[in-house]
């Protein structure tokens, strides 16, 4: 529902498909839970390329995710 650039709006359909994989993937192994960093991490990169929106909310919820991936990858 945002007013996006089309170059915003293609890194943010990246951003959503990589949260689509962690949520769909239901890590269960260690390599599953690395999947889900790297996924994380790529998301990262295209959420700090995108330059017309407020980045702050976006940012925290995804570190927020990749902190409870690295947890359960820490107890594997």
Same mark, same amino acid.
């Given at each position: 529902?945002?007013?996006?650039?089309?170059?915003?709006?293609?890194?943010?359909?990246?951003?959503?498909?990589?949260?689509?994989?962690?949520?769909?993937?239901?890590? +269960? %192994?260690? @390599?599953?839970?690395? $999947?889900? !960093? /790297? +996924? %994380?991490? @790529?998301?990262?990169? $295209?959420? !700090? /390329?995108? %330059?017309?929106?407020?980045?702050?909310?976006?940012?925290?919820?995804?570190?927020?995710?990749?902190?409870?991936?690295?947890?359960?990858?820490?107890?594997?």
């Amino acid at each position: 529902g945002m007013n996006l650039s089309p170059s915003d709006r293609e890194k943010a359909d990246t951003i959503i498909e990589k949260l689509e994989k962690i949520r769909l993937r239901n890590a +269960d %192994t260690k @390599k599953e839970f690395e $999947k889900n !960093i /790297e +996924d %994380t991490l @790529k998301a990262v990169d $295209k959420l !700090i /390329e995108m %330059t017309g929106i407020d980045r702050t909310s976006l940012r925290l919820k995804l570190d927020e995710i990749m902190r409870i991936n690295e947890v359960r990858w820490s107890r594997m």
